[in-house]
């Protein structure tokens, strides 16, 4: 068995070996753990676009909201039917969960891939517009379709995520991203990172790999959001707005382009820091803003640029 797939299994057996435990988490932490995880989903496979394609995107919240919503309306919709008045089993539950991740995932993909052909020949600051644009519509979508609850957004949604769960896509993230990038086929986003121009001089069509990383980029970030709906129990447009964004690109930022150890790292430390700094609530925004601008002076190529983080061609 090839070492990465070992590494996956391994990682599943562990992720399913705690979710036996997490009934003696204390609640606080066990909210702190889960929000770790999902922000790894989605700094991981954001920076597959940003730091190994060399894109900039600013829409990531728009995908992670497409995947939160087809995800919960399958869960609060289908779900009735599928499972019956009594809720069904665990099994049941969980097939049902899996399926409303994986629709949640496919219809961010779907978004992405229609996003991705129009912009996706554009480089630079405009590609950073397009997505905030397509970011913004969407928020601004979920906000005037009552049938999805409108600017209340919808609630009551099944507390299916659980440690498992989270553990789980976080390895398959890691595990698809790493692969794919240290693939022979990964040399195609490397080489369009690195030199656009020439890669296309060479006969690489550059437009296709940014399409595929965008598709999946946008995937992992759909299920991050199924992830986060069914954990947090209800979803608002306005939790997935602008801000949200520019969160999940700082973590990429922070731990290094082009570098899943660091992006993991940093991802790990932005979660953490609002939680340390709670015991100054009304200054905590203003610290913690002045760190990552100190970080960003100090280390411009970001906190956790590793050297064996990110492959050469």
């Not at 790493?178 to 437009?207: I, K, M, P, Q, W």
Request: glycine residues 12%; charged residues 10%.
């Amino acid at each position: 068995m090839p070492r990465p797939h070992l590494y996956l299994l391994l990682a599943l057996l562990a992720a399913f070996g705690l979710s036996h435990f997490s009934d003696r988490i204390d609640p606080y932490h066990l909210d702190i753990i889960i929000g770790i995880g999902i922000n790894i989903i989605l700094a991981v496979s954001l920076n597959l676009v940003n730091g190994y394609t060399g894109q900039f995107s600013l829409g990531h919240a728009g995908f992670m909201s497409v995947g939160a919503y087809l995800a919960a309306a399958v869960s609060l919709f289908l779900g009735p039917r599928l499972l019956g008045a009594e809720g069904g089993t665990a099994l049941q539950q969980g097939m049902l969960f899996l399926a409303a991740l994986t629709a949640g995932g496919l219809g961010a993909a779907l978004a992405g891939l229609a996003v991705g052909v129009p912009s996706l020949r554009l480089k630079g600051d405009y590609l950073a517009l397009v997505t905030l644009g397509f970011g913004e519509i969407i928020r601004v979508i979920f906000q005037n379709v009552e049938f999805l609850g409108g600017a209340l957004g919808l609630n009551a949604i099944p507390a299916y995520t659980s440690i498992f769960w989270v553990l789980a896509f976080v390895a398959l993230s890691v595990f698809t991203v790493t692969c794919l990038v240290h693939s022979t086929y990964g040399r195609g986003f490397l080489a369009t990172h690195d030199d656009e121009v020439a890669s296309e001089a060479v006969g690489l069509n550059t437009t296709r790999y940014k399409i595929v990383a965008f598709v999946i980029g946008a995937f992992f970030a759909g299920a991050a959001g199924g992830l986060y709906g069914h954990f947090k129990m209800t979803i608002t447009p306005t939790g997935f707005d602008f801000t949200k964004s520019i969160e999940i690109v700082v973590m990429v930022i922070l731990g290094g382009m082009g570098n899943t150890v660091g992006v993991i790292l940093a991802a790990i430390l932005l979660t953490l820091l609002p939680e340390v700094l709670r015991p100054v609530a009304e200054y905590r925004m203003i610290i913690y803003s002045l760190l990552l601008i100190v970080l960003m002076i100090m280390r411009p190529q970001g906190l956790f640029n590793f050297k064996f983080g990110r492959m050469k061609p």
